[in-house]
């Protein structure tokens, strides 16, 4: 037999990551003989256990929050998306022994929204709420599904600024603070990390319309607060970021075995595991 392939996610807290089952189940699915473990790290002590676990013959790694920019930082190479997006969520070491680095939370994002969900964005009008990590690494991919515009807003509307100052310009990227919002959008996502807390960041009423999407990045057992009132004000649909959570994954797994997962089941039974 042959020996298992052993990959793990880096996070603190990691104990509710639901990719080790993910995970899982795309080796079951796909044949692939590996083993993937939630490894808890101290706040310090990230770079230290990315070494030892590469040295033990570890594959690959998923990281989580808080230690993303961390691990833009200590990729040995990056891709290019990787670079630009300020963030890293895979690393693997290449035959040459090089971490590499590449993120795949905006590509995760787009799948979902396009093949799942079935939502085309071209002329769209998005807006995204939050301008952390998590939105920097979305808004190129989002860019190139050509949208007719694309808002950053966050509550401190300058580092919503400085966010899109960094990037190179296109005039259809915008910044501003939550409270500057006076118009519905076609498409609103929730990048803030307001419901880390069961929270909703305040926005105005008047960015939701009939015929407007909500998507929030985070997920739980139930609905999620912003969901909820993006709902109640009206919205068209919601959906949360599970299919985001499981697509990023299949991105991953693309990456370090060389194979795509199909992940309609896998949804589901994510789906069924958060809700008991
Ligand atoms: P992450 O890496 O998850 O993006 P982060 O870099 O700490 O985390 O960023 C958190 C984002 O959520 C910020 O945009 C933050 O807004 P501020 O810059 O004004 O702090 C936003 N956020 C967090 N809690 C929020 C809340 N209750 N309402 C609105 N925005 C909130």
Known sequence: M????????????????????????????????????????AEGDFSQAVALFFAEGGRGLNVTVPFKQQAWQLAGQLTERARRGGTVNTLWKDSQGVIQGDTTDGAGLVHD???????????????????????????????????????????????????????????????CGLDELNAPFDLVINGTSAGLHDGC??????????????????????????NHAMLSLGARKAFDGVGMLVEQAAESFLLWRGVRPQTRAVLSSIRERLHH
Do not use: C
């Open 2 to 41: 042959q020996p298992f392939d052993r990959y793990a996610v880096m996070g603190n807290p990691v104990a509710h990551s639901q990719s080790p089952a993910i995970h899982s189940l795309f080796a079951e699915q796909t044949g692939q003989q590996l083993y993937y473990e939630p490894l808890l790290v």
């Open 201 to 226: 960041p305040a926005f105005p009423q008047a960015i939701v319309g009939p015929d407007t999407v909500a998507y929030d990045m985070m997920y739980g057992a139930g609905q999620t607060a912003f």
């Open 113 to 175: 929204l396009v093949h799942n969900q079935g939502l085309h964005i071209k002329g769209w009008r998005v807006l995204v709420l939050g301008a952390g990590g998590a939105v920097r690494s979305i808004i190129e991919p989002l860019l190139a599904q050509q949208p007719e515009s694309l808002v950053i807003a966050n509550r401190t509307a300058e580092k919503a600024r400085e966010l899109v100052a960094a990037l190179e310009h296109t005039p259809d990227l915008l910044a």
